[in-house]
């Protein structure tokens, strides 16, 4: 391990601008129209390093399956999660499109059986931002052939090696 190169990574913040510039302030008047808070997502450098990667134990991200996850194959990733293990690793601009509330389609490698990956890519696997900021990964053909249940718990994390979320099932409830 001591010969691993660390993981250089910028972390994505909002800026919100809550003071309007003349030429904003000017044209809200001309208007009659109050100023609008707006946000940007903006890469600052972090004074600490990105979250350690411990490979015996990788999944920073852990789930339990619940009854509308099952039904919809959609998996709610929250803001701060999604931001701190995912987004850090992306380019600015992915982090963007996917800021902009449209869909990126990501790679997922089920390593649930570790001698037999499977790849989940293309239309059946996306990430996408929901109103209130969390996101959601859309994994249906996943999440049926894996055969997940209520109670199954499972564990995510972004491998910057490859680009790409690693899932595995962490434990299966029997009906």
């Given at each position: 391990?001591?010969?691993?190169?660390?993981?250089?990574?910028?972390k994505?913040?909002?800026?919100?601008?809550?003071?309007?510039s003349?030429?904003?302030?000017?044209?809200?008047?001309?208007?009659?129209?109050?100023?609008?808070?707006?946000?940007?997502?903006?890469?600052?450098?972090?004074?600490?390093?990105p979250p350690?990667i411990d490979?015996e134990?990788?999944?920073?991200?852990?789930?339990?399956i619940?009854?509308?996850?099952?039904?919809?194959?959609?998996?709610?990733?929250?803001?701060?999660?999604?931001?701190?293990?995912?987004l850090?690793?992306?380019?600015?601009?992915?982090?963007?499109s996917l800021e902009n509330?449209?869909?990126?389609?990501?790679?997922?490698w089920?390593?649930t059986?570790?001698?037999?990956?499977?790849?989940?890519?293309g239309?059946?696997?996306c990430?996408?931002?929901?109103?209130?900021?969390?996101?959601?990964?859309?994994?249906?053909k996943?999440?049926k052939?894996?055969?997940l249940?209520?109670?199954d718990?499972?564990?995510?994390?972004w491998d910057?090696?490859?680009?790409?979320?690693?899932?595995?099932l962490?434990?299966?409830?029997?009906?």
């Amino acid at each position: 391990m001591s010969d691993q190169k660390p993981l250089l990574s910028l972390k994505k913040t909002f800026f919100y601008n809550f003071f309007p510039s003349k030429a904003e302030e000017e044209a809200c008047k001309l208007n009659n129209i109050p100023h609008v808070v707006t946000q940007e997502l903006i890469e600052i450098k972090d004074i600490y390093p990105p979250p350690k990667i411990d490979l015996e134990n990788p999944w920073q991200i852990k789930k339990r399956i619940t009854c509308d996850k099952v039904i919809v194959g959609k998996l709610i990733i929250p803001f701060l999660e999604t931001f701190e293990y995912i987004l850090r690793y992306w380019t600015s601009d992915e982090a963007k499109s996917l800021e902009n509330e449209c869909n990126v389609h990501v790679g997922v490698w089920d390593v649930t059986e570790e001698n037999i990956p499977k790849k989940y890519e293309g239309g059946s696997v996306c990430l996408r931002k929901l109103y209130n900021d969390d996101f959601y990964l859309s994994c249906i053909k996943l999440f049926k052939s894996r055969g997940l249940s209520v109670g199954d718990e499972i564990g995510l994390y972004w491998d910057p090696r490859s680009s790409s979320l690693m899932f595995k099932l962490l434990s299966h409830v029997r009906a």
